[in-house]
């Protein structure tokens, strides 16, 4: 039996480089879904709080989320995080309790 990994990931644009953050993000959408290990990845923007961004992200067990960080769609992107974003991304692991 494997464990789903479900997290929540909060990205807070630098100053002046949301739209640049927003557009690293999307476009690592459609190579992550097409991971093997990869059940859920959803782009979010909070309304209020423009520039902070959540994605929604589920995979098959902890060690495919592993993986996907050692992609190079995802190393890209990390390579570039520091001058995107205002504070370190903050990862909340969550647990689904309904359907």
Known sequence: MTETF?????????DGKRD???DALLALIDPT???KGNLDYVLFEE?????????REAFVNPAALGE??????????AKRAEDLL????RLVRITQVSN
């Not at 996907?68 to 992107?77: K, N, Q």
């Not at 205002?86 to 991304?89: F, V």
């Open 47 to 55: 309304t209020d709080n423009p520039g902070t961004f959540v994605m």
């Open 86 to 89: 205002k504070e370190p991304l």
């Open 20 to 22: 640049e953050l927003r």
């Open 6 to 14: 479900i997290s929540l990931a909060t990205l807070v644009a630098a």
């Open 33 to 35: 879904r097409r991971e």
């Open 68 to 77: 996907h960080m050692r992609t190079p769609h995802f190393e890209s992107f």
